[in-house]
């Protein structure tokens, strides 16, 4: 479940989840604001920003490459949006995938498996305490469970929203799985026309 910590403004110039020590306590629905740490997530591209990514629009979904179902789903619906739309529309959106796995997922193995869905979805990874500063700030809950009979021995629930960034870094969204690829469609294109 992602709870109301996740409206909050990220700051251009800084890693990607990274809080100025001046922001205030509180967002405008009066919620409190993280502050604080700037852990970095990295790419087969190396380190990523989140302040390079102003002025597009971004994508942003939480999972793990061995996940059997809400993943696939999840990123099937952002590549089915990143492949619906126009070139010029394209240049201004962006999809990020974090892993919730980082012992298991490395940037290559994000890398492929991100590319199965969409060659521009973008795979993320990173320690594990940058991850968990990274889920804290976004308000994103998850929970590795024990599985003996499965392949990995272990389980990782986790939310299937798909959270939305505006143009000016400012999370604005979520569209969660049983909203559909359409939903999704039409809440980025809205995005991109604020931008107009």
Known sequence: MF????RSSLIPGLA???MSAGMPTASADGQPVPAGGEP???SVQGPLDLGDLRGK???LFFGYTSCPDICPLS???IGA?????EAEQAQHVRALFITLDPGRDTAERMHRYAGFFHPGIIGLTGGMEAIDEVTSRYGVTYERKPAPGSALGYTISHPDAILLVDTDGVLVDEVRG???KETLRRKVLALLARRE
Do not use: D, Q
Not at 3 to 6: E, G, H, L, P, V
Not at 81 to 85: A, E, G, I, R, V
């Open 3 to 6: 709870s109301k910590k996740w």
């Open 75 to 77: 990123l099937a619906r």
């Open 81 to 85: 949006c990143l492949s619906s739309l």
């Open 40 to 42: 970095t997530l990295s």
């Open 178 to 180: 049983e909203e559909g």
């Open 57 to 59: 629009v971004v994508m």
């Open 16 to 18: 990607i989840v990274a």
